[in-house]
């Protein structure tokens, strides 16, 4: 247990979204004893996310290690959802990537053979499948498929369940979770910090190397008039465009736009990416013009120039775990696993 003068060490977790409280919890069960400082869901990146656990849509080149990272979470996910208690907070098991042109099939292939190359674990989980196969396999899609992929065991999570489950967890593991937001470090009294508080976290920690990565997500529930949702996450491309669908108990999460923020807190969806995502969500699954559009949303997520996290000890007192990205629920497994590692560095 981690201790000082036999004082249980203090770790206190700046942002009260999904790393922050992955890591928290993780902190705890380590022997910490931890404090949630949360600003509040309006900050979270996490409230706009479709929580995809798939390592093979980072699989591009140049991007190398963040597929290293990425398939190191998926295999630390299973052991997090067996902590958290809750496998509903599981939406799909499995995924499948569907090209809509032939260049799309294209350049799912190239991806395909890329991963292929990169990362045997994920390789071993991936299977070329044909148009005739993926409607097997969800009969409400689109016909115009040409063929794509099925990555066995690339999963998904309801992102809002998740972080109930999380802060269920960490309550019942002695986390205290205090509803306020941090404006200076020095006032924060515990032997450790962590800085996880997103796009935020460059107020608390100036020069971060981050930009805040704008980008639209869609609810849509389902009527008694609708065809199913689907049991896979769908992840598209269509016209060269990225379109996914993760299905949820009500309906389907259809994401995301990404693009560079104009505003430091623009969280206002625009016309535009809107409408491209309907218009290719229902080019995918027709059946989706039947559903109700429950929700538009945007959110900021904090990006680094290369794609990857920052998680780095900053000064004797604090880790910074921030910088994820469209990767936030994907990486959160490991980012715990590594800032504990952080922690016990500076003891």
């Not at 990146?45 to 591009?60: N, R």
């Not at 409607?135 to 998740?162: H, T, W």
């Given at each position: 247990m981690p201790a000082k003068g036999g004082i249980t060490l203090h770790l206190a977790v700046i942002g009260g979204g999904v790393i922050g409280l992955t890591c928290a919890l993780r902190a705890a069960d380590a022997g910490w004893r931890v404090t949630v400082f949360d600003a509040g869901s309006s900050r979270?990146?996490?409230?706009?996310?479709?929580?995809?656990?798939?390592?093979?849509?980072?699989?591009?080149?140049?991007?190398?290690?963040?597929?290293?990272?990425?398939?190191?979470?998926?295999?630390?996910?299973?052991?997090?959802?067996?902590?958290?208690?809750?496998?509903?907070?599981?939406?799909?098991?499995?995924?499948?990537?569907?090209?809509?042109?032939?260049?799309?099939?294209?350049?799912?292939?190239?991806?395909?053979?890329?991963?292929?190359?990169?990362?045997?674990?994920?390789?071993?989980?991936?299977?070329?499948?044909?148009?005739?196969?993926?409607?097997?396999?969800?009969?409400?899609?689109?016909?115009?498929?040409?063929?794509?992929?099925?990555?066995?065991?690339?999963?998904?999570?309801?992102?809002?369940?998740?972080?109930?489950?999380?802060?269920?967890?960490?309550?019942?593991?002695?986390?205290?979770?205090?509803?306020?937001?941090?404006?200076?470090?020095?006032?924060?009294?515990?032997?450790?910090?962590?800085?996880?508080?997103?796009?935020?976290?460059?107020?608390?920690?100036?020069?971060?190397?981050?930009?805040?990565?704008?980008?639209?997500?869609?609810?849509?529930?389902?009527?008694?008039?609708?065809?199913a949702a689907p049991s896979h996450v769908i992840r598209g491309r269509i016209d060269n465009r990225n379109v996914y669908l993760v299905p949820r108990v009500d309906g389907v999460v259809v994401g995301a736009t990404q693009y560079e923020a104009l505003e430091p807190d623009d969280r206002i969806p625009q016309v535009a990416g809107v409408l491209d995502l309907l218009a290719d969500a229902c080019e995918i699954m027709p059946g989706l013009r039947t559903y109700e559009l429950s929700e538009v949303g945007a959110g900021l997520r904090p990006a680094t120039a290369d794609g990857l996290p920052i998680i780095e000890r900053v000064d004797d007192r604090v880790v910074v775990a921030t910088g994820h990205g469209r990767n936030g629920i994907l990486l959160a497994a490991y980012t715990a696993e590594r800032v504990v590692e952080l922690l016990k560095s500076g003891q």
């Open positions: 979270r990146a996490s409230d706009v996310a479709a929580g995809m656990l798939g390592s093979l849509g980072e699989g591009h080149p140049g991007e190398e290690r963040l597929l290293e990272l990425s398939s190191a979470s998926v295999r630390a996910w299973p052991a997090l959802i067996d902590r958290l208690g809750d496998p509903d907070v599981v939406v799909a098991r499995d995924s499948l990537f569907v090209a809509v042109t032939a260049a799309d099939a294209k350049y799912l292939q190239q991806l395909a053979r890329f991963v292929w190359s990169a990362d045997e674990a994920v390789a071993a989980s991936l299977t070329e499948v044909s148009a005739a196969q993926i409607r097997s396999a969800e009969s409400m899609l689109s016909g115009r498929l040409q063929g794509g992929f099925l990555a066995r065991g690339e999963m998904a999570v309801d992102n809002r369940r998740l972080i109930g489950a999380l802060r269920a967890a960490s309550d019942a593991a002695g986390v205290v979770i205090v509803g306020a937001e941090v404006r200076d470090l020095a006032q924060v009294d515990a032997d450790q910090i962590l800085l996880s508080a997103g796009l935020d976290s460059s107020a608390l920690w100036p020069g971060l190397p981050m930009y805040g990565a704008k980008g639209e997500i869609l609810r849509l529930r389902r009527t008694r008039w609708s065809v």
